[in-house]
């Protein structure tokens, strides 16, 4: 994204700072930009580096001057600009325990928004250029602009309440750091300020625009579907629902394809969005990999029926892998290793399931992330 726009602005007077996933490698840039490699999706010391950058660079802005934002998913993780009353360890605590609840995006990022000093438009405040373009890169179902990278440069329609609310209906709020509940509780309580809400007369100088999406990828993965002669059919975009039941809905539409005859021609039905996982075991794995290996066992034993699921930044959970592949002859080739899916779904070890059948799907990182793409091939 930076270098696309160095090309098309190469000759301007540019300041930049690039900020990416330390799994990511990046090409060095020119003096002009700095490069900062931050934790995902847990924060780290490195992103509070680069936080710090952004937010010197923004008040040093000039009011005749363009802010260009690049924005994508994972900006959230890897720019934990936290309030002086939160120190990193306890954002760390409170991420790993939301990323187990199987909170969605959503209830992740309205916490999110409450402990930042740039998320939830707070950017927008910190900067005084006359205008602010915002080039928007959709992970998220639905495309809410609060809910990409926690809303960087848009306006916050949760409040403390709400995000008070998330952690007690996931169950995590006994679990959170005493220094998170306090500034929430004090934000319930008035006594420090909450995110700009919609309407805010500062943002009529923010220009938002969502350059890629979820629809992007599904629309592409028909495409080359349809050049291979299979019909292909994008249902939606916007998956929002537990993997495994993700995984049991992929395999029902192949068993009432595969019902209706032989006699039609190949099709594909793709679905892009996100999915979350209950973690209860210590096992290796992702939302994807569990979406497949949900899946399998309902497939099993049908003829021409391939179910697949990935990441489009070429990363599932914590593992290497960006998804799986599985067919109707997974299951008993399992079976035939001892192998039984019900087992490594209890342990959340779906990567190394796969791994054992060589069904893992391993892209490396893609450098974009427009969310999850999921399919069901019928040939």
Not at 139 to 145: E, K, T
Not at 204 to 233: D, F, P, Q, W
Not at 254 to 279: C, F, H, K, N
């Amino acid at each position: 994204m930076m270098r696309a726009v160095l090309d098309v602005l190469d000759h301007s007077r540019i300041d930049g700072i690039v900020v990416a996933p330390k799994a990511q490698p990046i090409d060095r840039f020119d003096d002009r930009i700095k490069l900062f490699q931050a934790g995902h999706p847990v924060p780290d010391r490195d992103g509070l580096k680069a936080a710090r950058a952004v937010s010197d660079a923004l008040q040093e802005i000039r009011q005749d001057e363009l802010l260009i934002c690049m924005i994508s998913g994972g900006a959230s993780a890897m720019l934990p600009s936290l309030p002086s009353d939160i120190p990193l360890r306890d954002e760390q605590t409170l991420t790993k325990a939301m990323l187990e609840s199987a909170a969605t995006i959503h209830e992740i990022n309205t916490v999110r928004r409450h402990i930042s000093t740039l998320r939830g438009g707070r950017l927008v405040q910190k900067c005084r250029a006359n205008t602010i373009l915002s080039l928007i890169m959709s992970d998220v179902p639905g495309d809410f602009l609060p809910d990409i990278a926690s809303g960087l440069t848009t306006e916050d329609p949760s409040t403390y309440d709400d995000a008070i609310a998330v952690l007690k209906r996931r169950e995590v709020w006994p679990k959170t750091p005493e220094t998170v509940r306090n500034h929430l509780l004090r934000g319930s309580r008035r006594i420090i300020e909450e995110t700009p809400k919609p309407g805010a007369r500062e943002f009529g100088r923010v220009h938002n625009m969502i350059i890629a999406n979820a629809r992007t990828a599904c629309l592409a993965a028909a495409k080359l579907l349809s050049l291979n002669h299979v019909k292909a059919e994008v249902l939606t975009s916007c998956v929002e629902m537990r993997a495994s039941d993700l995984g049991r809905f992929l395999a029902s539409m192949a068993r009432e394809r595969r019902e209706r005859g032989d006699l039609l021609p190949s099709s594909a039905y793709i679905l892009g969005g996100e999915t979350t996982v209950q973690v209860k075991g210590n096992g290796v794995g992702g939302r994807n990999q569990e979406t497949v290996l949900s899946a399998s066992k309902s497939i099993a034993g049908l003829q021409g029926v391939t179910v697949a699921a990935l990441g489009t930044d070429g990363v599932d959970g914590n593992s290497q892998a960006a998804g799986a592949i599985a067919d109707g002859r997974t299951l008993t080739r399992a079976e035939r290793r001892g192998l039984k899916p019900e087992d490594f779904l209890y342990q959340n070890d779906s990567y190394r399931f796969f791994r054992a059948l060589n069904d893992n799907l391993i892209t490396g990182a893609t450098g974009t992330n427009v969310g999850d793409i999921y399919l069901t091939i019928v040939i």
